[in-house]
């Protein structure tokens, strides 16, 4: 995901696994996870839209938090009073389940972002974003600037589409085509 022009920023823990670059909706956090302190549970909480009512309020999109943790990573909240960021707690002992990365997970695309992460939401009017393939449905109209976009929900349109960007036959509008590549079919599209 790119960012080209932005007009708001905000943290946010994830409830759900999403993929980066899908279009989330802010949420109630449901509780504290695994920060010890208490000092995350006012950060809201995202998910992807379940409903048409939902995907009408999907003025977000997500992606990886900034970190400047050395590697390898594993995507789990950190324990700021253990050592090692969680390694020498015999309950994260051995690592079986985790995706490590060995580079930051926002230098590659269309990762998943575990349930319980901190994340950054970007959205506003006048944002301008691009997203590669896979995180729209395509559609030859969409290579026309200007094409209206709609944000998929999982009632309408599955699970597996939850979050991406679609024409507009119904629904509510949140976004328009800026322009989109041919050659690495990425689509840049500004938030209404």
């Given at each position: 995901?790119?960012?080209?022009?932005?007009?708001?920023?905000?943290?946010?823990?994830?409830?759900?696994?999403?993929?980066?670059?899908?279009?989330?909706?802010?949420?109630?956090?449901?509780?504290?996870?695994?920060?010890?302190?208490?000092?995350?549970?006012?950060?809201?909480?995202?998910?992807?839209?379940?409903?048409?009512?939902?995907?009408?309020?999907?003025?977000?999109?997500?992606?990886?938090?900034?970190?400047?943790?050395?590697?390898?990573?594993?995507?789990?909240?950190?324990?700021?009073?253990?050592?090692?960021?969680?390694?020498?707690?015999?309950?994260?002992?051995?690592?079986?389940?985790?995706?490590?990365?060995?580079?930051?997970?926002?230098?590659?695309?269309?990762?998943?972002?575990?349930?319980?992460?901190?994340?950054l939401a970007y959205g506003g009017?006048?944002?301008?974003?691009?997203?590669?393939?896979?995180?729209?449905?395509?559609?030859?109209?969409?290579?026309?600037?200007?094409?209206?976009?709609?944000?998929?929900?999982?009632?309408?349109?599955?699970?597996?589409?939850?979050?991406?960007?679609?024409?507009?036959?119904?629904?509510?509008?949140?976004?328009?085509?800026?322009?989109?590549?041919?050659?690495?079919?990425?689509?840049?599209?500004?938030?209404?």
């Amino acid at each position: 995901m790119e960012i080209n022009k932005t007009q708001d920023i905000t943290g946010v823990k994830t409830i759900e696994d999403i993929v980066e670059g899908r279009m989330v909706l802010l949420t109630t956090n449901p509780g504290i996870g695994t920060d010890l302190t208490g000092m995350l549970s006012d950060v809201p909480g995202v998910k992807l839209p379940d409903t048409t009512a939902e995907a009408a309020r999907a003025r977000y999109c997500i992606t990886w938090q900034v970190d400047n943790r050395e590697p390898p990573l594993v995507a789990w909240p950190s324990y700021p009073y253990a050592l090692r960021q969680g390694f020498d707690q015999t309950a994260n002992t051995p690592i079986t389940g985790r995706t490590i990365y060995l580079t930051y997970p926002g230098y590659q695309e269309s990762q998943t972002i575990p349930s319980g992460l901190l994340s950054l939401a970007y959205g506003g009017d006048g944002t301008v974003l691009t997203v590669p393939s896979g995180q729209y449905v395509y559609d030859a109209t969409m290579q026309v600037p200007g094409t209206r976009l709609r944000a998929c929900d999982t009632a309408t349109d599955g699970a597996g589409s939850a979050g991406m960007l679609a024409i507009v036959a119904s629904g509510t509008e949140i976004a328009e085509v800026e322009r989109f590549s041919t050659t690495t079919y990425a689509l840049t599209f500004r938030l209404l």
